[in-house]
């Protein structure tokens, strides 16, 4: 997506980082990077809102739950793998990264 305007800050540039931004993950002079392009562009603020919506609707619903430490590994894990441009392993994607008992013969 882009608005087709010129911006200091590329579109798509902010969209592939809009998480980190939006859960306060990146340096503040990235924040105020995009908090501009953000004031620029009414594109990626609409779709800054959309997922800030959205981030605040799954934390109402699922923010009670408590996350088992070994699911929260794993997932942290599989995150690593794909920022460092790693392959998630195939089996780890059909099965949704859940282990499973081998079938009996």
């Known amino acids: 997506m882009s608005c087709g305007e010129p ?7 902010v969209l592939d980082h809009l998480y980190e931004f939006l859960d306060h993950e990146m340096p503040e002079g990235e924040c105020s990077k995009f908090e501009v392009h953000f004031e620029e562009c009414s594109p990626c603020l609409e779709k800054y ?3 800030q919506a959205v981030k605040k609707l ?3 619903c699922c923010g009670q739950d408590d996350v088992p430490t070994d699911l929260r590994s794993k997932v ?4 690593d793998l794909i920022r ?3 392959a998630v392993p195939e089996q780890d994607v059909a099965l ?3 282990d499973r ?3 009996a013969e």
């Open 7 to 13: 911006h200091e800050t590329d579109c798509s540039e």
């Open 49 to 51: 809102g959309l997922e």
């Open 58 to 60: 799954v934390k109402r």
């Open 76 to 79: 942290m894990g599989r995150i």
């Open 84 to 86: 460092s441009g790693q």
């Open 96 to 98: 949704g990264g859940v």
């Open 101 to 103: 008992p081998a079938a």
